[in-house]
């Protein structure tokens, strides 16, 4: 099944995309029909009011969690020079307030700044997982989705003690998130995709997720060890070679660009680039 959130008359609800066209499945909020388990999905299953929406917004707006891995394929740390094989997962986050829906302009804060794409196979958490190991780990994730990682690249890199990563990676509008979600059901193996980024058409990324070091049931068994992941959480995995920073020169986003982030079996994610200044 695949899940969106849209708005029509200026009010948001949760629909389930059919061959038909997206049906109204009753829910406001993706956070509740998530809570709502296997009622929920049942319900949006059985949605048959079609409904026309105005625009799509990102399937969880403002995510609980959102919590991301760096340096997953060996393609990324092979192209930067400064990275290291970690002997364990790199997780950062971003700030749920930085997240925005298809179409919505990714917006570069200053005429200076350094704007770099990253393509990521996200997924989202069903039920609380604490303590999980690696072979139940699926059974916790309610679906998978597409997370673009815009990266502020001169402030994440700043020659200062641990950098600005949160700060780099949280900028506004830097989490473009969507279009959907496709349940765990009918995407059941997260290591047999590909993904894919392209700016104003031009292909920049291109990897299968079979490339990642640590796989999804392997980056739950570390996270959860550590935290309990939430009902709602978004959970990226990395990105592979072919972001901008590290060209020669370094092709960074500039307003007027275009950007399309895609997994296969789920989806593309598209928005413009505009200067916030």
């Not at 296969?264 to 994610?269: F, H, K, Q, R, T």
Request: overall charge negative; aromatic content about 8%; charged content about 20%.
């Amino acid at each position: 099944m695949r899940l969106v959130t849209y708005e029509k008359d200026g009010v948001a609800a949760v629909g389930a995309r059919t061959n038909e066209g997206i049906m109204a499945t009753g829910y406001t909020s993706m956070l509740d029909l998530i809570a709502d388990g296997e009622k929920g999905l049942f319900r949006a299953r059985a949605a048959d009011q079609l409904v026309h929406p105005d625009r799509l917004l990102a399937p969880i707006p403002r995510p609980p969690k959102i919590l991301c891995s760096g340096i997953n394929y060996a393609s990324h740390k092979e192209e930067n020079p400064g990275a290291e094989f970690n002997p364990e997962p790199y997780f950062f986050s971003k700030l749920p307030s930085s997240v925005v829906g298809p179409g919505e302009p990714i917006v570069i804060p200053t005429a200076d700044s350094e704007i770099d794409y990253e393509v990521e196979l996200a997924f989202v958490i069903g039920k609380p997982a604490k303590h999980v190991p690696a072979k139940e780990a699926l059974e916790h994730i309610f679906g998978y989705t597409v997370l673009h990682d815009v990266s502020a690249r001169h402030i994440q890199f700043k020659p200062i003690q641990g950098g600005q990563i949160t700060l780099g990676k949280g900028v506004d509008t830097f989490c473009p998130l969507g279009p959907e979600i496709a349940t765990s059901d009918e995407l059941t193996d997260p290591s047999a995709l590909h993904v894919r980024a392209f700016v104003n058409g031009e292909q920049r990324q291109s990897s299968p997720t079979s490339d990642m070091l640590f796989d999804v049931p392997f980056l739950i068994e570390f996270l959860s060890e550590i935290i309990t992941l939430e009902p709602g959480d978004v959970i990226s995995t990395g990105s592979p070679a072919g972001v901008g920073t590290f060209m020669d020169p370094p092709a960074y986003l500039k307003p007027g660009d275009e950007v399309t982030v895609e997994v296969e079996e789920i989806g593309a994610l598209t928005n413009p680039v505009v200067a916030g200044w």
